[in-house]
């Protein structure tokens, strides 16, 4: 069955350490996104990316880095300079702006 | 003023009620609507489109009314599975690439 998949599920990450999440799709899609979703608020977009090797900041993309090399793969990484990193992560494709998004089953980061 | 609003709730009901949900939206040029729905600690998942016309889904019914920015969703004969926080959804509108905004959702507890 075609899907989006994350992980790890849950991820732990120590003061000052990067971390990378990954995001495999193989919908055919070719936009992909990263979104941050904290208790009670909304999400709220990190990076996008419409083709592969290209990609594009969202609202809150300081602190994180992407990478696109391959059309199924999106990983993000975290780095030491995301002041507030624990959240809940998702990851979304699209093949179409009519159609919405599907989105992985989300990796739970925490800070510790 | 947020880009999509929503009654963050939460809407308590009894199985069998009718329930309505309300969302306004601030971009004029938004082109796609969607309601969502995201059960605890889960990823959101497409609940359906929201067209000009108005459009039902078994018990769901989506309306949109352009001239006032506004999307509604009704839900019929609630069921206990319906239990979840619905997350009203629109494209930006802006040319070329699609990017979703999502509202902070509205929790609806379908009670026995």
């Known amino acids: 069955d075609g899907g989006i998949t994350q992980s790890p599920k849950y991820l732990f990450r120590k003061e000052g350490q990067n971390v990378t999440l990954s995001c495999e799709q193989n919908l055919n899609h070719d936009a992909m996104y990263w979104y941050r979703q904290d208790p009670g608020q909304g999400l709220r977009l990190i990076y996008y990316?419409?083709?592969?090797?290209?990609?594009q900041k969202g609202d809150i993309a300081e602190g994180y880095s992407v990478s696109r090399e391959k059309k199924e793969s999106f990983p993000l990484t975290v780095t030491s300079a995301q002041k507030n990193p624990t959240a809940f992560y998702l990851c979304?494709?699209?093949?179409?702006?009519?159609?919405?998004?599907?989105f992985g089953s989300g990796t739970r980061l925490t800070v510790v | 003023r947020k880009e999509v609003e929503q009654d963050p709730g939460p809407f308590n009901v009894p199985e069998g009620a009718t329930v309505a949900f309300n969302c306004t939206y601030s971009n004029s040029a938004s082109q796609s609507f969607f309601w969502y729905r995201q059960d605890c600690r889960k990823e959101p998942k497409l609940l359906m489109s929201?067209?000009?016309s108005g459009n039902e889904d078994g018990r769901f019914t989506a309306q949109l009314n352009r001239a006032s920015q506004y999307i509604s969703l009704l839900i019929r004969d609630s069921k206990l599975s319906d239990s979840a926080t619905y997350l009203c959804v629109v494209n930006t509108g802006d040319t070329g690439f699609q990017k979703l905004v999502f509202g902070t959702g509205t929790r609806l507890l379908v009670s026995p």
């Open positions: 929201v067209y000009s």
């Open positions: 979304a494709s699209s093949i179409d702006r009519s159609y919405g998004y599907t």
């Open positions: 990316s419409q083709i592969v090797n290209d990609f």
